[in-house]
């Protein structure tokens, strides 16, 4: 088996410079989607072993969790954000809100005791979307639905993943990485219903199109990306920083596709909740009013200033954010001196600010895994020898830890 030859220069890019790809005239859009999905096709089989393996492992883990701790396998999966995606597509009943029958998003931002109450709108649409497409194509339960969509974006985050480590470090290399991808602790929510796949999947298929100067399939990737979730407009930091050298190198207009259309999901989105509620920050007050959840810079000098002072007394969700402050911090330094390439890195430091500073949730692994090129930058670093096998047994060893953790008990949220 031949190794492809990757598009990046023979001399390193540096970690603020160096937009790689050719700068021939890019081919339409629809023809380099149809290319990326042929190669994907006959590639994936490589990915998608690992991937099938890193399932076997949490489903296997979930099932003896389910057997110990009674219950059903479906009623542990059944838990945590995949509770409120399911809300998103299916009629229920909110008892806090006195019994007030709600089918999708609400009508109206629920308030108690003066302040917006958990609701649907923390929610972006893109999974539930699917989900209930699935669901309404194949007939299945939004449950099934959704437990489907997700196992099948972990997949081709999986994928994608692969094919973008191969493109700038080689085959090998990528098979190796992606191991380590698959097995990282956060991975457990490809197997629950969580938007980390879909994430993942157009950010990851995004940068590689913005790698080989694919423009419009980028922001196109970006699009689906951030309809799913917010910390994905970090990836607009990368299209913009591509079409930046773009322009300036080769003055390919073109190139503004990509940070113009990549955002679009998350903006038409809020735009939409604007328009229902007659506020600019619906999405804003209920995920302060609902979760206590903000943007701060302080939050995590905080957690680590407050473990090191208090270090029996901490709660064990404030270790888990201590623990992947530090890891954070470790693959950013790592990422820029191993000059990762340039738009890679800036989605990379952009989602790992997003998480350091989001309170309470922070950086913990399933937060790190959607800003997955840490983990790329970590296991290129440690991809050989006895640190490789290593890395490999730690994050196998953490995923069964943590997976058991989440669906055995209430202590810490994913």
């Known amino acids: ?47 998608g072993l690992i991937y099938l393996v890193s399932r076997a492992v949490v489903l296997l883990t979930m099932g003896v969790v389910a057997i110990i701790g009674g219950g059903s396998l479906g009623g542990r999966i059944d838990r945590w954000d995949s509770v409120w995606y399911l809300r998103v597509i299916t009629r229920w009943t909110d008892k806090a809100l006195h019994g007030v029958v709600i089918n999708g998003y609400p009508s ?138 773009a322009i300036r190198r080769d003055r390919d207009w073109r190139s503004l596709a990509a940070p113009v259309l990549a955002p679009l999901g998350s903006v038409a989105y809020l735009a939409w909740t604007w328009q229902r509620f007659g506020v600019p920050s619906a999405f804003t007050r209920t995920e302060r ?24 007394t901490s709660f064990a969700n404030e270790r888990l954010v201590f623990f992947g402050v530090i890891f954070v911090v470790l693959a950013l330094i790592v990422a820029v001196r191993d000059r990762q390439p340039a738009v890679i890195l ?5 989602a790992a600010l997003l998480a350091l500073m989001t309170a309470p949730v922070g950086p913990r692994p399933r937060i790190v895994l959607d800003a997955f090129p840490l983990i790329l930058a970590l296991g290129l670093r440690y991809r050989e020898g006895w ?6 047994f730690v994050s ?11 669906i055995g008990s209430w202590a810490v949220f994913p």
């Not at 917010?230 to 990836?235: C, D, N, R, T, Y």
């Not at 302080?298 to 200033?305: H, L, S, T």
């Not at 196998?396 to 989440?406: C, D, I, K, P, S």
């Open 108 to 245: 109206h931002l629920p308030v108690v005791h003066g302040h917006v109450a958990a609701n649907t709108i923390a929610f972006f649409p893109g999974l539930p979307l699917l989900v209930q497409g699935l669901s309404e194509l194949t007939g299945l339960s939004h449950f099934a639905a959704g437990v489907a969509v997700s196992s099948i974006t972990g997949l081709t985050a999986t994928i994608g993943v692969w094919m973008l480590v191969r493109e700038y470090a080689g085959e090998r290399a990528a098979n190796r990485v992606t191991l380590l991808f698959a097995l990282f602790p956060g991975s457990f929510v490809f197997s629950m219903i969580y938007s980390e796949g879909l994430v993942v999947t157009g950010v990851a298929f995004g940068l590689l199109a913005l790698m080989r100067r694919r423009w419009v399939l980028a922001g196109l990737a970006g699009f689906v990306a951030s309809a799913a979730a917010p910390i994905a407009l970090a990836f607009v930091v990368s299209c913009a920083w591509a079409a930046l050298v």
């Open 1 to 47: 088996m031949t190794t492809q030859r990757s598009n990046l220069p023979t001399t390193a890019p540096g970690p603020l410079t160096g937009l790689v790809g050719r700068p021939d005239v890019a081919p339409a859009w629809w023809g380099t989607l149809g290319r990326l999905g042929t190669r994907a096709w006959r590639t994936g089989w490589r990915p």
């Open 387 to 392: 640190k490789y096998q290593l890395a490999t």
């Open 396 to 406: 196998f060893a953490a995923l069964v830890g943590f997976t058991a953790y989440q």
């Open 289 to 312: 009013g609902g979760w206590n959840s903000f943007l701060s810079i302080a939050y995590p000098f905080r957690i680590v200033g407050g473990l090191i002072a208090h270090p029996l």
């Open 346 to 350: 800036a989605y990379g430091i952009t």
